[in-house]
């Protein structure tokens, strides 16, 4: 088993641009979560699903942050017009069932606005 | 919503030694509290957890205590080595919201 597995690892965008953040949870776990970790916020929640439907998309920046789970394998971030200030490591988790239960974190993409 | 209060930054202890982490939370709902560590330069890895129905939980050198009626709860490593240095964090959740993390707390384990 990979664990939970998140590309790229690195990503420099030009402000303005779009990023694309990949997530592959473990596979049979049905619960998937994506956190924002910086040195002055922290972990920050931004959304997660359960059996690929949103269940909470209360930390998403509302203009321009976006996340999908087309279907069981993998779910993606996406940010548009990307700002210095969304410079960040972006964690995605799985759980097998929900908040309830450990989460398995993927190493994470750090996300660098120039 | 749910806030989780991480009450020690840096916490510093000689090998051997014990080292306590604290939090609290908010949200009397809340029924799940895990701890995750993170090392330098890489993502969270669960350590432990304790849910509502029980005060007391301990694997190997670890030990989560709850007290429900505080709302509070704390990480005990006990006889700490090198190896425990890094970030702990403290969560609460309930099943139907999300997880929500504390602050973190670095913990150093000099020799």
């Known amino acids: 088993n990979a664990g939970v597995i998140q590309t790229p690892r690195h990503k420099v965008t030009g402000k303005g641009q779009e990023a694309t953040l990949w997530c592959e949870p473990i596979?049979?776990?049905?619960?998937v979560f994506w956190y924002r970790q910086t040195i002055v916020q922290g972990l920050e929640f931004l959304t997660y699903f359960r059996n690929q439907a949103p269940i909470d998309d209360s930390g998403m920046p509302k203009e321009r942050f976006s996340a999908q789970m087309p279907n069981q394998s993998h779910s993606t971030l996406k940010i548009q017009s990307t700002q210095p200030q969304d410079s960040a490591v972006y964690l995605c988790?799985?759980?097998?069932?929900?908040?309830?239960?450990?989460?398995?974190f993927g190493h994470g993409t750090k996300l660098s606005v120039l | 919503g749910e806030k989780v209060e991480q009450h020690e930054s840096t916490l510093s202890v000689r090998e051997g030694d014990s080292a306590v982490i604290n939090c609290t939370y908010t949200?009397?709902?809340?029924?799940?509290f895990p701890w995750y560590k993170q090392e330098a330069g890489k993502g969270l890895h669960f350590v432990i957890d304790?849910?509502?129905?029980?005060d007391r939980k301990q694997s190997q050198r670890l030990i989560v205590l709850l007290d429900k009626k505080a709302k509070r709860f704390s990480l005990h490593i006990t006889a700490t080595q090198p190896e425990d240095s890094a970030i702990y964090f403290c969560?609460?959740?309930?099943?139907?919201?999300?997880?929500?993390f504390g602050t973190g707390t670095r913990l150093q384990v000099s020799p």
């Open positions: 949200d009397t709902a809340s029924s799940y």
């Open positions: 596979s049979g776990h049905s619960a």
């Open positions: 304790i849910r509502s129905n029980v």
């Open positions: 969560a609460a959740s309930m099943w139907t919201d999300k997880v929500v």
């Open positions: 988790a799985s759980s097998p069932g929900g908040a309830n239960e450990r989460l398995f």
